[in-house]
């Protein structure tokens, strides 16, 4: 996962937050064994915990490849993650972002580029602290371009070569 990180995120410059969380080791990869929704917000819930007491981890990448392999009960899962903030009260501490390997932006075709600003070689909840993400946009220039100068970089790039350097991570 570090090679997807170094080579997509930080190298593409997808996230121009990231390397400086990488640099000063800040990112925290956790993967889960969870086989079942059930067991993955278990995992969740557990992450969330961890971040509230240790102040030292910025983000989490909670990966897990054994569940929500396809994309749909993915993005359905998606509710239940943000429903657990909720009910954990920490919706206002934490964003969760989304990354899997057939992410699909509504009203585009699988096949489209631009998708993988959010594909990643496995399922991937991102847990940022807010107040992190809050100090880093105020400080960033132009910081509302950022998703679609990604998107131009992914269209510049083209699905064949995101494809290869997406497969590149499992070398």
Same mark, same amino acid.
């Given at each position: 996962?570090?090679?997807?990180?170094?080579?997509?995120?930080?190298?593409?410059?997808?996230?121009? *937050?990231?390397?400086?969380?990488?640099?000063?080791? !800040?990112?925290? *990869?956790?993967?889960?064994?969870?086989?079942?929704?059930?067991?993955?917000?278990?995992?969740?819930?557990?992450?969330?915990?961890?971040?509230?007491g240790d102040p030292a981890?910025?983000?989490?990448?909670?990966?897990?490849?054994?569940?929500?392999?396809? *994309?749909?009960?993915?993005?359905? *899962?998606?509710?239940?993650?943000?429903?657990?903030?909720?009910?954990?009260?920490?919706?206002?501490?934490?964003?969760?972002?989304?990354?899997?390997?057939?992410?699909?932006?509504?009203?585009?075709?699988? !096949?489209?580029?631009?998708?993988?600003?959010?594909?990643?070689?496995?399922?991937?909840?991102?847990?940022?602290?807010?107040?992190?993400?809050?100090?880093?946009?105020?400080?960033?220039?132009?910081?509302?371009?950022?998703?679609?100068?990604?998107?131009?970089?992914?269209?510049?790039?083209?699905?064949?070569?995101?494809?290869?350097?997406?497969?590149?991570c499992f070398d």
């Open positions: 996962m570090r090679k997807w990180v170094g080579t997509f995120v930080v190298d593409l410059n997808i996230c121009p *937050f990231a390397k400086k969380e990488m640099v000063k080791k !800040q990112v925290r *990869f956790a993967v889960s064994e969870a086989a079942t929704e059930e067991e993955l917000l278990v995992a969740l819930e557990s992450e969330l915990e961890l971040l509230n981890i910025v983000t989490t990448l909670l990966i897990h490849p054994g569940t929500m392999q396809d *994309f749909s009960d993915y993005n359905q *899962f998606l509710d239940l993650a943000e429903g657990l903030l909720v009910q954990m009260e920490l919706d206002d501490t934490y964003q969760l972002a989304s990354f899997h390997p057939d992410y699909q932006f509504a009203g585009t075709d699988p !096949q489209d580029a631009e998708n993988y600003t959010n594909r990643s070689p496995y399922p991937i909840l991102h847990l940022l602290r807010e107040d992190s993400l809050d100090r880093v946009l105020s400080d960033t220039q132009d910081a509302d371009q950022i998703p679609l100068r990604n998107i131009a970089l992914m269209n510049t790039l083209g699905e064949d070569r995101l494809r290869a350097l997406m497969q590149a």
